[in-house]
């Protein structure tokens, strides 16, 4: 379910799509930061955590074996350019354009056992090299461990345990950094328990420790204007969820969560979210799978400050996912959204996401596909803020759009070519900016 970091962003990659809840299904991610990193055919890269996640997606393309060890090496590489590397408008220097490289190495490690559990050892990069703003290169990696039960009578323990390097996403609603992109390291630990058969129960722990580093961060004493170390925070998730199964695919269920957010330093930000949602997970046909949650979102805060608010918030609470295939070589993604986000802007409490997407696929031939995705977000602050020579609350609207396409070489080899056009309109001029980008990437996997 939901962080409280970047709504966009973690909530579009936290979308977990199971139609009769298999254990990795997963949907691919939708959102407007993206656009600056590398898009590659076969395997994909995460920067931010997924707070509900439980599973390492699976690499199912290749044949290295010694013993029982699947052995999955992947590597790709991508040449970019960008029109607007910073992501600004003219206050800091006007707009500037670049080209940068990225590599991606990778290696994933599957030991199956006792027949139908499993080991996962997993690392993925995200390693940026940029022509001329150096300031802007970033290594973003992760390593993961992934300990799957699969017991008999439809019962699935499942452990993951993860760390990462990251970065802000340049145009993000938290990327306050110019100098250099604000950079953190994340330390990970989740459980789940699942039961899907005639009935669904399924209980989720996750802890996510956010630890901001670099240039950006200041020394933790947090008294410097502009350091992120006052990011500095432990997330915990608790979800639980209950449903049965009304037709042969699909399911109806209640779930309940809540999610803490206690901050080293930044004390007045410890905040509680609670949602109760119901929701409908169903593969009716062979054309559509989809997922609808609506509930209600409370989020209360433990010191909250004159100049803060109520130290309180509630509202409606909506996450749709949707796989279509009108035509046998045609699929549509869509997705719906609305959440509260963990802020930056000094002076607000939160800000409220709500938005919709689109990803078009089409395939010409077994080699050659073309993609077509739109997004939309709106993004509400909490509280007034003086900027710009205003007081206003903050709002912010944006648009991302971008055909791509992809020629799959060998099963194992694929290549792909994508433009993308983001744009972010606000009441506040200096934030706003729009943004193209061009990419060629190449990936192989054994």
């Known amino acids: 379910m939901p962080t409280r970091r970047n ?21 691919v991610p939708l959102n407007p930061y993206l656009t600056q990193q590398a898009r590659f055919t076969n395997v994909g890269y995460q920067i931010y955590p997924n707070p509900f996640g439980m599973y390492i997606p699976l690499i199912e393309i290749g044949n290295i074996r010694t013993g029982p060890l699947l052995i999955h090496p992947h590597f790709g590489m991508a040449q970019s350019y960008t029109d607007n590397v910073f992501r600004t408008d003219t ?20 030991l199956p056992f ?16 940029y022509s001329n703003e150096s300031s802007q290169n970033v290594a973003d990696q992760t390593i993961g461990t992934n300990l799957v039960f699969n ?48 009935a669904f129960l399924r209980a989720r722990y996750k802890y996510i420790r956010w630890e901001f580093i670099g240039e950006n961060a200041g020394p933790r004493d947090g008294i410097s204007f502009g350091d992120i170390n006052t990011r500095n925070r432990v997330e915990n998730y608790y979800a639980i969820a209950a449903g049965a199964r009304v037709a042969p695919k699909t399911y109806l269920f209640l779930e309940e969560w809540i999610g803490t ?42 010191n909250p400050s004159g100049i803060r608010g109520t130290g309180e918030f509630s509202g409606l609470y909506l996450n749709g996912n949707l796989y279509w295939t009108p035509l046998e070589r045609t699929q549509v993604i869509f ?13 607000t409490r939160f800000f409220v996401s709500t938005g919709a997407g689109v ?14 995705q739109f997004l939309y977000d709106h993004d509400s602050y909490s509280d007034p803020i003086f900027a710009d020579n205003k007081s206003l609350t903050r709002k912010d609207n944006y648009l991302t759009m971008g055909p791509g396409i992809w020629y799959q070489i060998q099963p194992w080899l694929g290549a792909r070519a994508t433009y993308f056009y983001t744009e972010r309109l606000s009441n506040f001029d200096s934030v706003q900016y729009n943004a193209n980008v061009l990419m060629v990437s190449i990936q192989g996997q054994f």
């Open 7 to 27: 709504g966009l962003i973690l909530w579009l990659v936290l979308a977990v799509l199971v139609s009769t809840y298999p254990a990795n299904a997963q949907l």
């Open 91 to 110: 206050l800091y220097g006007g707009r500037r354009s670049d080209t940068y490289t990225t590599l991606a190495p990778g290696l994933q490690l599957q």
């Open 114 to 129: 006792m027949g139908r559990h499993r080991l996962v050892f997993d690392y993925r990069s995200n390693i940026e090299r």
């Open 151 to 198: 017991l008999r009578g439809g019962l699935t323990l499942s452990f993951l345990q993860e760390l990462k390097t990251g970065h802000d996403y340049r145009g993000s609603a938290t990327a306050t950094g110019i100098n250099e992109p604000n950079k953190f390291y994340n330390t990970i630990f989740g459980a789940e328990v699942l039961y899907a058969k005639q």
């Open 261 to 302: 957010h206690t901050y080293e330093i930044n004390k007045p930000l410890d905040s509680t979210d609670y949602t109760t949602a119901a929701g409908v997970r169903w593969e009716a046909t062979g054309k559509t799978v989809g997922e609808v949650t609506v509930g209600w979102q409370k989020k209360t805060y433990s």
């Open 335 to 347: 997705n719906l959204f609305r959440r509260t986000n963990e802020t930056v802007v000094g002076g």
């Open 359 to 372: 990803d078009i696929r089409h395939a010409f031939t077994k080699k050659w596909r073309a993609t077509l």
